[in-house]
Each structure stands twice: as structure tokens, then as C-alpha cells.
């Protein structure tokens, strides 16, 4: 089974600033790989997923970005931080088994606070 | 457009009966949902799914019903325990890669 990990755990960033949350996987080979995140009072909003090093997709127009290195690596960046950007950050994962990909597996997420 | 709606944002069951959480979708491509359950400051946990070509799927105390017909699928928690008190989000999926959630039920089981 996977082991998904995300750090930091919580950031604390003033406005302006850059951005980089790390996560990586354990497990598995090949995942997909996901962004999302959770605003105050709203639900998980998907932000960008990868199929594979380098190939990411994005879902939301912002200021944030993401990048895939390696396999099982998987970043989200922001040259400028907003105030908007403040919300609780989850990687996820899932992978192809029996031909078919569908349970997506989180970490344990990253408190941002932009201030 | 929200096309996974949990129009629930809060639910209180006493400790033991039977919690039964709503979810309705638009999207007639969904062919499979899942179901989490998420703590505070921590990653959702996948509790239970079911594909579009079922109407019930069973595990333990958790059990999920789909009508398609309706486009509404509900999770019932069978008996609810004070350790069940958590958010809960109801997500549908078409194909590999994206799940669509809604904006999550918090369950409060009152001992």
C-alpha cells in the first residue's frame, strides 16, 4: 500500500511571498498525482493532477503552480502569495490496478496561513 | 456548477441510532463514488465506494445506496459511534483521474 507524505505540516507566509510544498510517495510506482485544497467552510477543490514526470494539468487558473520532477515526487509553488491562498493543502494519489485507477489515497495535508 | 452536492452542511445523531448522510449529483458520466471521511488538520480517509452498475455496497457498520434514477446516492452508518464525528464528503468519478467532491457533511454523534 501507499504512504503519501507532505510536508510542511503547517506554514505560516506573508503575503508576496513564495511558495513550495513538497510531496512524495511511497509504495507504489506510476501514480496519479493530485493537488487540492481545502478553503475555509468549502469542500476540496482539485487543482492540478499528473499523470506522469512532467505532464501537469491544471484546473483552476491562479497564482500557484505545480511541477513533477520524478515519479513520486510532486510540488505546488507560487511565486507571489495572496491572501487567498490560505487553506489547508492535500497531495493525493491513485494508481492504475487491474487496468483501472479509482480510490485516490490523501496525505496528511499542509495548514497555509498567508498573512 | 456544482455537479456533487451534499446539501447538508451538518448533521447530530444520537450515539447508536442510525446516521444517514445525502448526496445528489448532476454529472450522468459518474461511474463510480466514493465516500470519505476527514478529522480536522488531517487527509480524508476513503471509507467506502460504489460503481454506477450497483445500488448498495456494504462494509461493516458503513453501508452506501445509489439510485441512479434519482441521481442520489446516501451512506448510512449503522450504529453510530462517537468516533464517527467528522466531516464526511461524498465524491463522484468518471474515468481514471478526477474526482468531483462535495462541500462535505459534519457528522456529530452526541453520546
Known amino acids: 500500500s501507499q504512504t503519501i507524505h507532505q510536508w510542511p505540516a503547517t506554514l505560516v507566509q506573508p503575503v508576496g511571498s513564495p511558495l513550495s510544498l513538497e510531496c512524495t510517495v511511497e509504495?507504489?510506482?506510476?501514480?496519479?498525482l493530485y493537488w487540492y485544497r481545502q478553503a475555509a467552510g468549502r469542500g476540496l477543490q482539485l487543482l492540478f493532477y499528473?499523470?506522469?514526470?512532467?505532464?501537469i494539468s491544471s484546473e483552476v487558473p491562479q497564482n500557484l503552480s505545480a511541477s513533477r520532477p520524478q515519479d513520486r515526487q510532486f510540488i505546488l509553488s507560487s511565486k507571489k502569495l495572496l491572501l487567498s491562498d490560505s487553506g489547508f493543502y492535500l497531495c493525493?494519489?491513485?494508481?492504475?490496478?487491474?487496468?483501472?485507477?479509482?480510490?485516490?489515497?490523501f496525505g496528511p495535508g499542509t495548514r497555509l496561513t498567508v498573512l | 456548477d456544482q455537479q456533487v452536492k451534499q446539501n447538508s452542511p451538518s448533521l447530530s445523531v444520537q450515539e447508536g441510532r442510525i446516521s444517514i448522510l445525502n448526496c445528489d449529483y448532476t454529472?450522468?458520466?459518474?461511474?463510480?463514488f466514493l465516500w470519505y471521511k476527514k478529522y480536522p488538520a488531517e487527509g480524508p480517509t476513503f471509507l467506502i465506494s460504489?460503481?454506477?452498475?450497483?445500488d448498495k455496497n456494504e462494509d461493516g457498520r458503513f453501508t452506501v445506496f445509489l439510485n441512479k434514477s434519482a441521481k442520489h446516492l446516501s451512506l448510512h452508518i449503522v450504529p453510530s459511534q462517537p468516533g464517527d464525528s467528522a466531516v464526511y464528503f461524498c465524491?463522484?468519478?468518471?474515468?481514471?483521474?478526477?474526482?468531483?467532491f462535495g462541500k462535505g457533511t459534519k457528522l456529530s454523534v452526541i453520546p
Open positions: 493525493a494519489c491513485n494508481y492504475w490496478d487491474r487496468g483501472q485507477a479509482d480510490t485516490q489515497y
Open positions: 509504495g507504489t510506482s506510476n501514480p496519479n
Open positions: 499528473s499523470v506522469g514526470i512532467g505532464q
Open positions: 454529472n450522468s458520466m459518474f461511474d463510480y
Open positions: 460504489i460503481s454506477s452498475i450497483k
Open positions: 465524491a463522484g468519478g468518471a474515468g481514471s483521474y478526477q474526482l468531483t
